[in-house]
């Protein structure tokens, strides 16, 4: 089963991530905008190539997991770190409100439709986390869930229970294939006050700004805690979480680049191999199509590998010239081969051309001999 790569963003197994000890900035002299933006591109290419060796072995999966305050950056840094991936081989989700469906079931339900199939990159832009953040944070929405025993069930053994709920669902997808990769977007509140007011000054950004994320600015304390409380539960060598610097979003988006490729650099990736029927199969199939050139004569497995391999090295070697006794044999050979139409036609042909070289000749002997007439009278 996959274990996690030693990051220094890496929160620890052992429950003792301090949120407000966590940076929100790059280390210093690591905030050159070009020099991550380079590193960034190098980290793309190289995810590129690992994604085609992941779809190919089509033996794990990999989920992504997005979790942080407004504005932290989540769309942009999926946007940007995933821009060099086949989608074909990728999905991104959103989870915001739950539909009244989603409501009828329990709150993995919807995102576990959602997961990667082996072989493919799946994003969850917010996820499950959210039952054990925003819900935490205001418990109110508890009461449209429909949830049995609500009102005997304390608040705090509740997220207990879904946080126990989530280690159980992660530990289950990691050992069937998935490997789970989670971060924690950590802006500052003063970040997050810039980026309000940019998308409020910035015409073109208004559309990114909702009234309601204010609001949530002034419980900016409690939410810290229950991301604290939520990261130390369940941060774990199969399902990591890693609290990524996003003040500066060059560096933060290196960063979750840099993690994602070594994670696929660290699993047993690689194209598949063929067994020896396999391998067989593959040299008869290529003979067909070589032979599919020379025509349909060649038929058979082992006469199309002999013929198709012959007919190559008689086509990569120049014939020799044809002598014109060699040439005049051949064509009688032809012509003793060809229907009894064509031969009746040939003999009438030859028969044409040997009364028009005569002719000629005869023409010529006329041409001569008054000639030497008109050389007399002179």
Request: hydrophobic share 35%; glycine share 4%; aromatic share 8%.
């Amino acid at each position: 089963m996959f274990e996690a790569i030693d990051d220094d963003y890496l929160v620890p197994f052992d429950g003792t991530f301090d949120i407000t000890a966590a940076s929100t900035k790059p280390p210093t002299g690591q905030a050159n905008k070009r020099v991550n933006q380079r590193r960034l591109a190098e980290k793309i290419a190289e995810l590129r190539e690992l994604q085609r060796v992941l779809y190919a072995s089509d033996h794990h999966s990999v989920l992504l997991v997005f979790q942080a305050m407004d504005a932290a950056g989540k769309d942009g840094t999926i946007r940007a770190v995933m821009s060099g991936v086949n989608p074909a081989g990728c999905q991104v989700y959103s989870f915001k409100k739950p539909s009244p469906e989603e409501l009828d079931h329990d709150f993995l339900w919807r995102t576990t439709r959602r997961l990667p199939e082996r072989g493919r990159i799946g994003i969850f832009n917010r996820s499950y986390y959210e039952e054990v953040l925003v819900v935490r944070v205001h418990p109110k929405i508890l009461e449209y869930q429909r949830l049995p025993d609500l009102g005997k069930t304390p608040h705090v053994e509740l997220f207990e229970n879904r946080l126990e709920s989530i280690r159980d669902h992660e530990i289950h997808i990691a050992r069937n294939g998935t490997v789970v990769i989670k971060f924690f977007l950590n802006v500052s509140r003063d970040a997050q006050r810039a980026r309000f007011l940019d998308r409020i000054d910035d015409p073109s950004k208004n559309w990114k700004f909702a009234m309601g994320d204010v609001e949530e600015r002034q419980h900016w304390p409690r939410y810290m805690r229950a991301y604290q409380d939520a990261l130390n539960a369940t941060s774990r060598p199969h399902a990591p979480w890693y609290a990524i610097p996003a003040d500066d979003k060059p560096y933060m988006r290196y960063r979750v680049a840099s993690i994602i490729v070594d994670t696929l650099k660290s699993m047993p990736l690689k194209y598949p191999d063929l067994d020896e029927r396999e391998s067989s199969r593959l040299a008869e199939v290529r003979a067909r199509l070589v032979a599919e050139e020379y025509g349909p004569e060649i038929s058979g497995p082992l006469e199309a590998a002999e013929q198709a391999i012959s007919l190559e090295s008689q086509k990569a070697t120049p014939a020799p010239k044809a002598t014109a006794e060699a040439t005049e044999v051949a064509s009688e050979e032809v012509q003793a081969d060809a229907p009894l139409e064509a031969q009746v036609f040939s003999a009438e042909l030859d028969a044409d051309v040997e009364v028009v070289v005569e002719k000629k000749g005869k023409g010529k002997k006329k041409g001569k001999g008054k000639g030497k007439k008109k050389s007399k009278k002179k």
